[in-house]
């Protein structure tokens, strides 16, 4: 089995497990070898303190020792997504619709595959971006490779809502 289908079957057992206790699962990275490790990226309504993190950790920890999904050893953690939380998921993009994002795509787009600018829409099938220079770029999810909110400080939030604005 390769490591992205047992990410996969990783995320179909432990998603409604985290649901159960009332966390979304923004994001799971898994690593293997020696020092294998497990690490998600868990939300809840009003964020995530460490209390959260801690209270998750423990529950996960038995549920995956019962569960026992991986054979070898590794490393359990758990982690708010932060302030340049990943956007995996289409409902992320939706709710996060006129913030600043990064997105990097699978394959050339409009002469790139890195973007950055306001997420104006999220749509069906695909999002809008305004780039920093003013134009727009529609980016398929299915080309999307990694996306992210983007913290660029006050001076330049101000200046991209103004583009956003039409200013």
Known sequence: MSREETRDDL?????PY?????????????VVGKHGQLKLYIDTDGGVTIDHCEEVSRALSDFLDIK?????AYTLEIS?????????????????QGEKVKVKTRQMLAGSKNFSGILQNAGDES???????GSTVQIPYDLIDRANLWYTGP????DLKDRKKGG
């Open 155 to 158: 001076e330049k939030d101000k």
């Open 11 to 15: 995320i179909k057992l432990i998603e």
């Open 127 to 133: 999002i809008e971006v305004i780039k920093e220079d």
């Open 68 to 72: 026992d999904p991986i054979p070898h």
């Open 80 to 96: 708010s997504p932060g302030i340049e939380r990943p956007l995996t998921k289409k409902e992320h993009f939706i709710r996060f």
């Open 18 to 30: 985290l649901e159960e206790l009332g966390f979304e699962l923004v994001h799971l990275d898994y």
